[in-house]
C-alpha cells in the first residue's frame, strides 16, 4: 500500500517533538498503522531557526496552506496553536478533503462546534488527544475505554503551570509572585502567565473534557473561571492545618439540575489522591458509573509528552482512513444539539462546600452575625476556626468551613456579614471538594 | 445493517455484571459500535440460580457448545475463568470462526501465546482489556494510547486482594491471618485465597501486561512470584519508620541484560503515588520514553467494573468486524517469536535494592561480620538501624536497606552472615524500589 503523507505545521516544542518521535519510533509506529507513515513536508515561519529534531531531511516551507492544498498530502498536524492561522488552516484542510490530528486546545474549545460540523460533512476525521493533559491518552480513554459507562463526574489538575506554582508555594511557603518568578525560570510559565494563572488554558480544556465526557456541544463561555493570582499564602497555610490541599481544578460534574463546568483553586482533603499530584504533572480524576471512580496521571505537557498523543492520534487516524464510507463508524464528534436538560449551571446554582476566611474585629458579637447569617439560610458550618489576635493587630483571622451551599445563597449570606459591622470587606472565598477516589 | 449477535458464557459476578451493564446503557454501547448489539443467549451450570440481573427476556442454555458452534452468533463472550472448559470453548469458538471476548487472566497468561496463534490464522480477534486491571482500560493505553512509545518499566498494584491485606495491616496493626480473615469477611478474598495471596494471579496479570508492553511471548513460567503470607507486621512497621510502605507489586523492566518479570512485596517511598493506592483499589505505573511516567487508577475487579472492559472490548471488536479482510490491520497479538535480546532474567540476575531485617546476638562483632560480609562483595549499604535488645531478650533487631544489587551476591552475603555465629537462619529479605514518578 502506498505510504501516508502526513504534513506537520509547526516545529515549535511539540512539533519538533512529534517529528523527534516518529523518527525515533518509526518501525513500530508504522506497524500498528498497518502503513509506512511519511512526513511529507513542514511549515515553518522562520527557515533558518534551529530547531529541536534532525530537519536535514526534512522539506520545509513558509507557507502552510501550500501543504494543506497539496494533493498528495493525506494527514495535516496542526501544531501551531491559536485561532487565527491555525483555523484558516483547518477549515482548509476539511474542504480539501484531509484529516486533521491537531493539539490545539484553544481552538478545539472555541471553534470546536463548527469545524466537528464541517469535518462530519465533509467525511474527514478531527482529532485533538494532544490538546487535553499532553500525554495522557486521555480522550481516548473517555470515548473508547469507558465508553461502556455513563460518566457522572470529572476532576482534574490540567495546567502544569498553576499546579507547579501551588505546590512551591505550599512546599516553599512562597507568595504567589515568588512561585511565579520561579516557574518561569524554569519555563514552567511564559513571560506572559496570564493564560495559564488566570484560568483560560484549564477552561479550554475542560470544555473538551465535558464536552466528550457528557455528549454535550462545547461551551467554553460558559465554564465558570478563577486563576489563582490572588492566592494568599496564609490560606495554603489554614488549609493545610484542616488537613486539606489546594489545587487549581477543572471540574465537570453531571447533577439533576445541569452540569457544573468550573475551574477554580479547590480545597481538597490531603489524602485525596489528586491531591497527591504535585509539580508540573497533570491528572484527571473520572467517576463513571459502571466501573467507578479512576485516576489518569502523566506529563501535561511538554514536546515529547504531547508528541506521544500527536501520534497515537495519527495511528487511529490512519487505521481509519483504511475503511470504507459506508462502513465507517462516525468518528464521536460533538452533539451539535444541546441535550434538552443538560443546561450548564450558572454560578449561582452551582452546589459546593466553602473555605472561607473573615478578618473580624476582635469583640464580643461579631462571631453571632457571622454565624446567624449562615444559620438563617440553613447554611451548615462543619468547622469553624478562629485565631487569636496578633500582637498589636487589632483583626483576627476567622476561618470557616462549610458543607455544600448554593452559592447565591452563600454570597447573600457574605453580603449580609459585610455589612454587619466589624467584619473587613474581603472575605477568602475558596470552593472545597470532598473527592471520593476509592 | 443486522444486529450482532453475542453469547455470554457464565454468568457469574462478571457475567451478570455484564449484562447488567449492556442493558442499563444499550443505546449508548450500540452507537458507539455502530451496530446493534444483541445478547442472543447466555450459557450457566444451574439454571434456575438466582442471579445479580434480570434475566427475564434472557435465553438460557446449560451447554456453552451450542452457543459457541451456533451459526447465529458474532462474538463468543468467555467469562467462566479457569484453563479446562474455558480453553476448549475457546478454541472451538475460533474454530467456528467467531470473535472472543474474555476476562480470563489465567487462560492467555498460560495459553495466550497458542490462541493468539490460532486466533490470527483464523482471522478472528481475541480481545481480553477484562483480564488485567477490572475497569482501567490499560490494555488500549498500552497498544494505541501510548502506542507512540517504547514502554521502559511497569508497575502495578494487580491484586486488590493482596492490597487490601497490606493496607488492613499497615492502617489496624494487624497480624496477616487476621488482616486475610477480614477480607474473607468482605468479600475481598475467596474461602480459598491461595491464587490471590501467593501471587498466582499478580503473576499472570504481570505476564499479559509485559507481553503487550513489550512486545513478546507470554512467558508467565518465567514470572519470579513471592506472595505475601510470610510478611510480619513488624517489617511494616520498621519499614514506616524508613519512610516506606510495602505493597504487593508486579514489575515488568526493560534492561540492557533482558527482561525482569516479578511479583512480590516491595517497599516503596511513601510519597510515592503507587503507595498512596488503598484497600482493593489496582493501579498500573507505565514509564514510556516519549510520554515519561504515567499511572492508571481504577477499581481492579467486582463485576461491573469489569464488566465495564469487557464491554468496551466488544465495541472495539464490533468496530473492527466492519472492516474488510485484506484492509484489516492485524489486531496487535503477541510476537509469537522472541526478539532476541529480550531473555527474561532469572533470579539470581535482578537487580534491587534490599529491605534486611537480621535477628543478631546483642553482642560486640556481629555487625561488623555482616558489614564485611555486604562490603566485601561492593554491596553498599544506605541504611542500617539496630534497635535495642527488649527487656530479656538476647537478640536484636538489625535493619539494613542497602542499594541496588545483584540478587545472587546477597544470596551469597546472607549465606555467609548465617554461618557467621550469632545471627538466625532466617534472615527477612523484602525487594526495594524507588519508583520516580515524576
Redesign the interface.
Known amino acids: 500500500m502506498e505510504p501516508v503523507n502526513i504534513a506537520i505545521l509547526g516545529l515549535g516544542t511539540v512539533g519538533s517533538?512529534t517529528y523527534r518521535?516518529?523518527q525515533?519510533?518509526h518501525n513500530?509506529?508504522s506497524r500498528?498503522?498497518?502503513r509506512d507513515l511519511k512526513v511529507y513536508g513542514a511549515a515553518v515561519q522562520h527557515l533558518n531557526k534551529k530547531r529541536d529534531c534532525d530537519i536535514s531531511h526534512l522539506k520545509l516551507t513558509t507557507d502552510p496552506f501550500s501543504l494543506v492544498e497539496d494533493p498528495e498530502v493525506d494527514i495535516v498536524v496542526e501544531l501551531i496553536g491559536g485561532c487565527t492561522l491555525a483555523k484558516a488552516l483547518i477549515l482548509k484542510a476539511i474542504e480539501y478533503k484531509k484529516h486533521i490530528v491537531t493539539a490545539n486546545k484553544a481552538l478545539i474549545a472555541e471553534h470546536g462546534n463548527e469545524i466537528f460540523s464541517l469535518a462530519e460533512a465533509q467525511g474527514v476525521t478531527v482529532a485533538f488527544?494532544g490538546a487535553v493533559a499532553?500525554?495522557?491518552?486521555i480522550i481516548?480513554?473517555i470515548?473508547?475505554?469507558?465508553?461502556?459507562?455513563?460518566i457522572n463526574w470529572l476532576a482534574g489538575i490540567i495546567n502544569g503551570t498553576c499546579n507547579y506554582i501551588l505546590t512551591q508555594m505550599r512546599d516553599q511557603k512562597w507568595n504567589f509572585n515568588t512561585a511565579l518568578q520561579s516557574a518561569q525560570e524554569k519555563g514552567y510559565a511564559e513571560s506572559d502567565p496570564s493564560f495559564d494563572i488566570e484560568g483560560m488554558d484549564a477552561a479550554h480544556k475542560l470544555a473538551i473534557l465535558a464536552s466528550i465526557a457528557f455528549g454535550i456541544p462545547l461551551q467554553y463561555s460558559k465554564v465558570i473561571r478563577e486563576g489563582i493570582c490572588n492566592l494568599d499564602p496564609i490560606d495554603i497555610y489554614y488549609a493545610s492545618q484542616l488537613g486539606y490541599d489546594i489545587k487549581h481544578l477543572g471540574l465537570a460534574k453531571r447533577t439533576d439540575a445541569g452540569v457544573e463546568l468550573r475551574v477554580h483553586p479547590t480545597l481538597l482533603p490531603k489524602?485525596c489522591?489528586l491531591a497527591?499530584?504535585?509539580?508540573v504533572?497533570n491528572a484527571v480524576a473520572i467517576h463513571?458509573?459502571?466501573?467507578?471512580?479512576?485516576?489518569?496521571?502523566?506529563?501535561g505537557a511538554?514536546g515529547?509528552?504531547t508528541?506521544?498523543?500527536?501520534?497515537?492520534d495519527l495511528?487511529?487516524v490512519i487505521?481509519n482512513m483504511?475503511?470504507?464510507a459506508h462502513?465507517?463508524?462516525?468518528y464521536?464528534a460533538f452533539q451539535t444539539k444541546l441535550l434538552e436538560n443538560l443546561v450548564i449551571m450558572p454560578k449561582e446554582d452551582i452546589f459546593s462546600a466553602y473555605y472561607l476566611r473573615l478578618s473580624a474585629k476582635d469583640e464580643p458579637g461579631i462571631l453571632a452575625k457571622v454565624t446567624q447569617a449562615l444559620g438563617k439560610r440553613h447554611i451548615s458550618i462543619k468547622t469553624i476556626m478562629q485565631q487569636p489576635a496578633e500582637f498589636s493587630h487589632d483583626k483576627v483571622p476567622v476561618i470557616i468551613i462549610t458543607h455544600p451551599v448554593k452559592e447565591g445563597l452563600l454570597r447573600a449570606a457574605l453580603d449580609e456579614i459585610r455589612v454587619c459591622g466589624g467584619i473587613d470587606n474581603n472575605i477568602v472565598t475558596l470552593r472545597l471538594e470532598n473527592l471520593i477516589?476509592?
Chains 1, 2 share one sequence.
Open positions: 517533538g518521535v516518529l525515533r519510533n513500530e509506529i500498528r498503522a498497518g488527544e499532553g500525554g495522557i491518552p481516548k480513554t470515548r473508547e475505554g469507558l465508553g461502556a459507562n455513563r489524602n489522591l497527591q499530584v504535585n509539580g504533572m463513571a458509573n459502571a466501573v467507578g471512580p479512576t485516576l489518569y496521571y502523566g506529563a511538554g515529547d509528552a508528541a506521544s498523543s500527536v501520534i497515537a495511528v487511529d487505521r483504511n475503511i470504507p462502513m465507517k463508524v462516525p464521536l477516589l476509592d
